[in-house]
C-alpha cells in the first residue's frame, strides 16, 4: 500500500488566481511525479524530480512550477490558473532502484471557472 | 510514432472469461514494464511488473513480455465485474532518464 497523499481533492477557483497542490509522501523515495490527465485521456507527465533540489519539465508545459526542499514534499504551484489547466492532477513517487515502480496519490480535481 | 500504444476499447468479456489486453512499445530498449488499473476518477494503482521475457503470474492475472517484437499483455482469467476499468500499460526507458511511458488505456467492461 502506498503512501502518497495530494490536498485538496477537490478545487474550484477562480481564473487568475495562484494555487498550490500539494503532495507528499512517506515512503522515503527519492523520485516524484506530476502528471496531468483529463478524463478519458492518457497521462502527460508535467514535472518530475530525482531528489531534492532537482526538478525537471515534462513533456507537458502547464505554465506551472514545482519546488522540491524536503524529500517527502513536491508542491506545485500554478501562478494564474486558467479555464484550460481544468484537469485532474495527479502525483506519483518512485524509488531510485532498479524496480522504480510509480505509485500514485488519489489525485486532485480542479475546476478553473 | 506514440512511445506506447494501446488499443483503446472498449473491450468486453463475460464473467468468467479471459481478458486479453495488449500494448506495444515504439523503443526497443526499454527495460520496465508496467501495468495499472484505474477506475473511473480514481488515480492508477500497480496490477503487475515485468522486466524479462516470458510469462509473470500472480492471483487472477499474468503478464507476458516478448521484447523481440515489443510487445506486452495482460491476462485477467476468470474475469470479474469489479476487473471493469481501464488498464494502462507503462514502459520504462532508460535511454530517457528513466521517464515513464504511459499509454491511453484499453478500457475493459466485464458484463454479468
Known amino acids: 500500500e502506498a503512501d502518497i497523499y495530494q490536498t485538496p481533492r477537490y478545487l474550484v477557483i477562480g481564473t487568475g488566481k495562484k494555487i498550490t497542490l500539494e503532495c507528499s509522501q512517506t515512503m522515503g523515495h527519492d523520485k516524484m511525479y506530476w502528471y496531468q490527465q483529463d478524463p478519458g485521456m492518457e497521462l502527460h507527465l508535467i514535472h518530475y524530480?530525482?531528489?531534492?533540489?532537482?526538478?525537471e519539465k515534462g513533456d507537458l508545459s502547464s505554465e506551472s512550477t514545482v519546488s522540491r526542499i524536503r524529500t517527502e514534499h513536491f508542491p506545485l504551484t500554478l501562478e494564474s490558473a486558467r479555464p484550460s489547466h481544468t484537469s485532474q492532477y495527479l502525483c506519483?513517487?518512485?524509488?531510485?532502484?532498479?524496480?522504480?515502480?510509480?505509485?500514485f496519490g488519489p489525485g486532485t480535481r480542479l475546476t478553473v471557472l | 510514432q506514440k512511445e506506447v500504444e494501446q488499443n483503446s476499447g472498449p473491450l468486453s468479456v463475460p464473467e468468467g472469461a479471459i481478458a486479453s489486453l495488449n500494448c506495444t512499445y515504439s523503443d526497443r530498449v526499454s527495460q520496465s514494464f508496467f501495468w495499472y488499473r484505474q477506475y473511473s476518477g480514481k488515480s492508477p494503482e500497480l496490477i503487475m511488473s515485468i522486466y524479462s521475457n516470458g510469462d509473470k503470474e500472480d492471483g487472477r492475472f499474468t503478464a507476458q513480455l516478448n521484447k523481440a517484437s515489443q510487445y506486452v499483455s495482460l491476462l485477467i482469467r476468470d474475469s470479474q465485474p469489479s476487473d471493469s476499468a481501464t488498464y494502462l500499460c507503462?514502459?520504462?526507458?532508460?535511454?530517457?532518464?528513466?521517464?515513464?511511458?504511459f499509454g491511453t488505456g484499453t478500457s475493459l467492461t466485464v458484463i454479468p
Open positions: 524530480s530525482y531528489g531534492v533540489n532537482s526538478t
Open positions: 507503462a514502459v520504462k526507458n532508460w535511454n530517457t532518464g528513466n521517464q515513464f511511458y
Open positions: 506519483a513517487s518512485s524509488d531510485a532502484g532498479d524496480l522504480d515502480t510509480q505509485y
